[in-house]
């Protein structure tokens, strides 16, 4: 891979305490990652995305850091984490980091000075208000969970602002101290020798809170400043962000107007995860070809990263009521499988009633989307999730490993564990687990092995232009191709039930002896491309041609 090595990678994202228990204390640990990294080099895995790794009260899973520059002890020390960016390399994986600075936990040493007095040199660092703001109960992120962005403080004697939980006071990106500290953050992990950063919440990092201004004003050019700042420390880092905004504003995140790409590298693609969802909840293919229909132009070296799941709910809030409606009735029809008015807070397999053609359906469709694809720990073997933890907890459970106690996850007491494994039902860790699969070549792991396998194989997809294919189709069935230096690849996935056949006779004088590479069963020869069978929810990726060069 190049210096856009992130346009071919495949993202694994996981929690350090929730994979792997090296010292039997109930929490994962970064000596227990280590220990599996073999695992995630077989499964074709690149670039290793790690959830927030810095001290905290974990009053919301990491996400309210009390250090920037250091490790939670409970998953070890920098030198353990040294050791991780080593043997990480030694795999051919890159290592990622979440990047969470638009707040901190309120219990920061930062936060404790700046409420402390009027002339701390950390005031400046939060966003205060003496008198209470008019938009004191708007913005909220969590409604059902949270009710105002403006808080008291009573040793402050002022208000403060919050966009998240109170006790995730926001930083103040109008302060120039500010943002040199967060340089500083990002210099120190880089020099350690990650490969990039995950930001969260980007669009409140750029935002210059006006106490009463629900509408504040955002400064781009912050994240203009940051791409050049990580760039001159590590030319091939990269900054994959999180900014769930309209379609029409997307671009600004990735450059300026002058189209310079020189911001955000990669952006999550929200528009296209929820349509996917009602794609496969319709069993029709139209929401997607409308995503990539409707995709912005990207800057040269911009990229979209495609997920299904992710640590968080499946975020419908940008489909009309009508298709989260949709959407919630296949997937979602209990209201505890609902979260924020908005989301679904569930695994994939459990929503498509771990029917394994439909869950082959949905990955193969995802991976072969133009864009990098990301995947959630535990999805490669179908695992589910657990609805009677709280909140976004429900599938932020234990990595099932083995048969034995605890999953294999720790041998620690159950109660000790950070979270209960899965223990019951049709996706308890006795019948969902990786050790059975490595034993059964036909299991979904080896199937994710051979897919990420055959994707890496075909680097059209990250790299080249992914276009739908505007040909008559049996309903239910989406043809797109893509087109890169290295060649072509068609690909067919039909989201419904029925048997088809397709037609693609009109592609016949580009292919040169064009072969399935990854389909869900045998189909025989490509041939003429003009009568191509598909089975229900079946789908087929087929190397049309290599470029003349290769």
């Not at 209470?132 to 969970?145: A, I, N, S, T, W």
């Not at 989406?478 to 989201?495: I, K, Q, S, Y």
């Amino acid at each position: 891979m190049g210096d856009r090595w992130y346009s071919e990678a495949v993202v694994y994202c996981l929690d350090i305490d929730t994979y792997a228990d090296s010292d039997g204390d109930g929490v994962g640990d970064i000596r227990g990652l280590i220990g599996r990294l073999d695992y995630l080099a077989r499964l074709g895995v690149t670039c290793l995305w790690l959830h927030p790794i810095h001290p905290s009260p974990n009053k919301d899973d990491g996400y309210d850091a009390t250090d920037f520059y250091n490790v939670d002890p409970r998953f070890g020390t920098l030198g353990d984490f040294a050791e991780l960016l080593h043997q990480a390399q030694n795999r051919g994986i890159r290592v990622i980091i979440d990047l969470v600075v638009n707040h901190t936990s309120d219990e920061h040493p930062w936060f404790q000075s700046a409420r402390s007095s009027p002339d701390s040199p950390y005031r400046d660092w939060y966003v205060w208000s003496d008198t209470e703001p008019d938009d004191r109960h708007q913005g909220m992120v969590f409604p059902g969970e949270q009710n105002e962005t403006w808080s008291y403080d009573r040793t402050a004697k002022a208000w403060y602002y919050h966009r998240f939980y109170k006790f995730q006071p926001d930083l103040n990106f109008a302060n120039p101290e500010v943002r040199a500290e967060i340089k500083k953050v990002m210099s120190f992990w880089l020099q350690l020798g990650v490969s990039g950063f995950r930001m969260d919440a980007v669009p409140f990092i750029i935002e210059l809170t006006e106490p009463g201004n629900p509408n504040s004003p955002k400064d781009f050019e912050f994240l203009t400043e940051m791409r050049q700042h990580v760039q001159w420390r590590r030319a091939d880092a990269v900054l994959l962000a999180e900014a769930n905004v309209e379609p029409d504003q997307l671009p600004t995140f990735f450059g300026d107007s002058g189209s310079s790409g020189n911001r955000i590298h990669m952006l999550f693609d929200f528009m296209l995860n929820g349509r996917l969802m009602l794609a496969l909840a319709r069993q029709d293919p139209e929401p997607v070809i409308e995503a990539l229909r409707d995709t912005p132009a990207l800057p040269a070296g911009g990229q979209w990263a495609t997920f299904l799941r992710n640590h968080d709910e499946i975020d419908l809030s940008r489909l009309t009521a009508e298709q989260r409606n949709q959407v919630y009735a296949e997937f979602g029809p209990d209201e505890d499988m609902r979260i924020y008015d908005r989301g679904i807070r569930r695994r994939l397999a459990p929503m498509l009633g771990n029917d394994r053609r439909r869950i082959e359906l949905a990955y193969a469709l995802q991976f072969s989307l133009r864009g990098t694809p990301v995947l959630r720990y535990g999805e490669e073997i179908g695992m589910g999730e657990d609805l009677s933890l709280p909140g976004r907890e429900s599938i932020r459970t234990p990595m099932q490993w083995s048969f034995k106690p605890n999953a294999g996850f720790s041998t620690a007491e159950p109660e000790k564990l950070v979270r209960p494994v899965i223990d019951k039902g049709e996706f308890s860790y006795e019948k969902v687990n990786v050790t059975a699969q490595r034993r059964d070549p036909k299991s979904l792991l080896g199937w994710f092995e051979r897919m990420i396998r055959t994707l890496r194989e075909a680097p059209e997809i990250g790299s080249g232009a992914t276009t739908h294919i505007d040909v008559p189709m049996p309903a239910g069935v989406l043809a797109h191709r893509a087109d890169g230096p290295t060649g072509t690849m068609v690909f067919l996935h039909n989201l419904g039930t029925e048997d088809v056949e397709v037609d693609l006779s009109m592609l016949a004088p580009e292919a040169d002896l064009p072969t399935d590479v990854l389909a869900d069963r045998g189909y025989g020869e490509v041939g003429k491309l003009d009568n191509l069978k598909l089975a229900g929810y079946g789908y087929r990726w087929i190397r049309l041609c290599w470029a003349a060069k290769i």
